[in-house]
């Protein structure tokens, strides 16, 4: 699910509609909401997304923005955060340790795909530094730059973050206001407004299916047959 595989070369005669959780110029996987907006795992810290963005913008509020440490903060795979300390160190501060609600800028890194890290990071009021992104999901694609984050290039990396950074500090309320939009956006997008999304793709879906119910109803038989073969049977002639 975290790369889109339906390329637009191959499939451009005959594209299949397949759901992924992100997809980018080249393909055409559809974008669809990820697991992380309504499930409950608090074993590991996430909730459903209506609580969990109340919980983000009450903690982004702990400080000010003039309180908040002027550095960027990232958190991701230990292999690019040493990337960025033997690339960046010399050139600019990284708040390791900090807190993400205490740095005014946060950094987004894509690694093998997408990340469902995004929608967090837009969340907690910092201002975002989203490194190019070669994916997107199904909200992504609203963003705009330098009104809900700052772009950062691929190259010259480092450089460009220090500049971002410093630009920030020496614009602190253009820097705060972009936080602010972002947090602003990601609001607006509700459980309500992804479940309107989900019926959208359905809908959309379903234009384009020449089922008849007859025959839906005889490969829904036919499913549910199947499953015989892999559910315990409770009582005989129960399938």
């Not at 923005?65 to 960046?88: E, I, M, Q, R, T």
């Not at 837009?122 to 809900?148: A, E, T, W």
């Given at each position: 699910?975290?790369?889109?595989?339906?390329?637009?070369?191959?499939?451009?005669?005959m594209?299949?509609?397949?759901?992924?959780?992100?997809?980018?110029?080249?393909?055409?996987?559809?974008?669809?909401?990820d697991?992380?907006?309504?499930?409950?795992r608090?074993?590991?810290?996430?909730?459903?997304?209506?609580?969990?963005?109340?919980?983000?913008?009450?903690g982004s509020?702990?400080?000010?923005?003039?309180?908040?440490?002027?550095f960027?903060?990232?958190?991701?795979n230990?292999?690019?955060?040493?990337?960025f300390?033997?690339?960046?160190?010399?050139?600019?501060?990284?708040?390791?340790?900090?807190?993400?609600y205490?740095?005014?800028?946060?950094?987004?890194?894509?690694?093998?795909?997408?990340?469902?890290?995004?929608?967090?990071i837009?969340?907690?009021g910092?201002?975002?530094?989203?490194?190019?992104?070669?994916?997107?999901?199904?909200?992504?694609?609203?963003?705009?730059?330098?009104?809900?984050?700052?772009?950062?290039?691929?190259?010259?990396?480092?450089?460009?973050?220090?500049?971002?950074?410093?630009?920030?500090?020496?614009?602190?309320?253009?820097?705060?206001?972009i936080g602010?939009?972002?947090?602003?956006?990601?609001?607006?997008?509700s459980?309500?407004?992804?479940?309107?999304?989900f019926?959208?793709?359905?809908?959309?879906?379903?234009?384009?299916?020449k089922?008849?119910c007859?025959?839906?109803?005889r490969?829904?038989w036919?499913y549910?047959?199947?499953?015989?073969?892999?559910?315990?049977m409770?009582?005989?002639?129960?399938?």
């Amino acid at each position: 699910m975290d790369k889109p595989t339906i390329n637009r070369t191959e499939h451009a005669s005959m594209p299949l509609p397949l759901f992924r959780y992100c997809t980018t110029p080249d393909h055409m996987d559809i974008p669809f909401p990820d697991w992380s907006f309504w499930v409950d795992r608090s074993e590991i810290n996430i909730r459903p997304w209506d609580e969990e963005f109340r919980s983000i913008k009450k903690g982004s509020k702990r400080r000010n923005w003039s309180k908040k440490h002027p550095f960027a903060y990232w958190k991701g795979n230990p292999d690019l955060f040493l990337l960025f300390v033997w690339n960046c160190f010399s050139v600019m501060t990284l708040s390791s340790g900090q807190h993400k609600y205490y740095a005014r800028y946060k950094i987004y890194a894509e690694g093998y795909a997408w990340s469902v890290s995004l929608k967090y990071i837009l969340s907690c009021g910092c201002c975002p530094l989203i490194i190019s992104p070669q994916y997107q999901d199904f909200f992504s694609r609203g963003l705009v730059p330098h009104k809900n984050y700052l772009p950062i290039p691929s190259t010259d990396m480092c450089p460009a973050i220090k500049f971002a950074v410093d630009w920030g500090n020496s614009h602190p309320s253009e820097a705060e206001a972009i936080g602010r939009a972002a947090q602003e956006y990601m609001g607006s997008l509700s459980m309500d407004r992804v479940y309107d999304h989900f019926m959208y793709l359905y809908s959309q879906g379903t234009r384009n299916c020449k089922l008849s119910c007859r025959s839906g109803r005889r490969l829904l038989w036919k499913y549910a047959k199947s499953l015989c073969f892999v559910l315990p049977m409770k009582s005989k002639g129960s399938c």
